[in-house]
């Protein structure tokens, strides 16, 4: 029944003379990013580039076969930032060419989810990883302040703003077709966390959580103000953090109990971030 008022309502339209909606169509998909995009470890790897660690059931993957995506291409790679969108990536086996050099005139849709690495977000989690509690080991969530009482995370989060209003600006430039949609990071701590499952103490893990929030708020920021789309995966994550158990939780802890890198997605994640995005990209 949907589908026979979809047929109509287009038939209609172009009788007026009116076409539809572009992404009616069958979209050019470009989907550029970090390892939070390409999976790393999810089967199946592909190559060439497997340097990038990218995953054929990535998110993006996914989403391009739910949308019927006319063309794909997808250069995420693990280890991106920002500057890697403009110049080759070096990776363990062998560089990279630039991700903005996937863009073309006719692309019609493009996610970005980038600049965990810009900051060091996942070198920041794991430097909180404490196998002892206090007063034994040390927490982190007081490391991070500088001589004037100032958060690193949220100046080097702050700081990072006009690097992605740039981004976002030249991939449009590049791409003046496309819908742009830049894709926010996944819960990697529940509030006070669960030590000892993953070795992050109560502080810690709240001072980890609030970081993400601030950083997800940046990014979303960052997209309104350029005109451009927000994917929240924060929010359908919670409860699916790497505390979860096996089969529930989308991000592995430190040691994975599922083909993924540490605190990153799993393959059942990727399934569930893929309809968040797609639901994102169709509406």
């Not at 019927?68 to 930032?81: I, Q, Y």
């Not at 451009?228 to 409860?239: H, R, W």
């Not at 096996?246 to 599922?258: D, K, L, S, T």
Request: glycine share 8%; net charge neutral; proline share 9%.
């Amino acid at each position: 029944m949907v589908r026979r008022t979809m047929v109509a309502l287009a038939a209609a339209l172009l009788l007026l003379g009116i076409a539809p909606p572009a992404h009616a169509a069958a979209e050019a998909y470009v989907a550029l990013g970090d390892s939070a995009a390409s999976g790393p470890l999810v089967p199946d790897q592909v190559i060439p580039d497997l340097g990038c660690w990218r995953s054929n059931r990535n998110y993006a993957h996914l989403t391009a076969r739910a949308i019927g995506a006319a063309s794909f291409r997808d250069v995420t790679c693990s280890g991106a930032k920002t500057r890697d969108m403009y110049t080759a990536q070096g990776t363990d086996l062998g560089s990279v060419p630039p991700q903005l050099d996937a863009l073309r005139p006719d692309t019609t849709l493009v996610t970005v989810q980038i600049g965990a690495n810009d900051v060091g977000l996942t070198g920041f989690i794991e430097d909180c990883l404490n196998l002892l509690p206090p007063p034994v080991g040390d927490a982190c969530y007081d490391d991070y302040t500088d001589p004037n009482g100032q958060d690193t995370w949220r100046l080097k989060t702050d700081a990072l703003r006009p690097t992605l209003t740039t981004l976002i600006g030249d991939i449009r430039a590049r791409s003046p077709q496309a819908r742009i949609f830049v894709v926010g990071y996944a819960t990697y701590a529940r509030p006070n966390g669960c030590y000892p499952r993953v070795p992050i103490i109560k502080r810690d893990a709240n001072y980890i959580r609030a970081t993400l929030q601030y950083f997800n708020q940046m990014l979303a920021e960052q997209a309104a103000a350029a005109g451009v789309g927000f994917v929240d995966l924060q929010t359908p994550s919670v409860g699916h953090d790497p505390c979860a158990s096996p089969g529930v939780r989308w991000i592995e802890p430190y040691v994975p109990a599922a083909p993924a890198a540490p605190f990153h997605p799993n393959a059942l994640g990727m399934r569930n971030f893929a309809t968040v995005v797609t639901a994102a990209v169709t509406s």
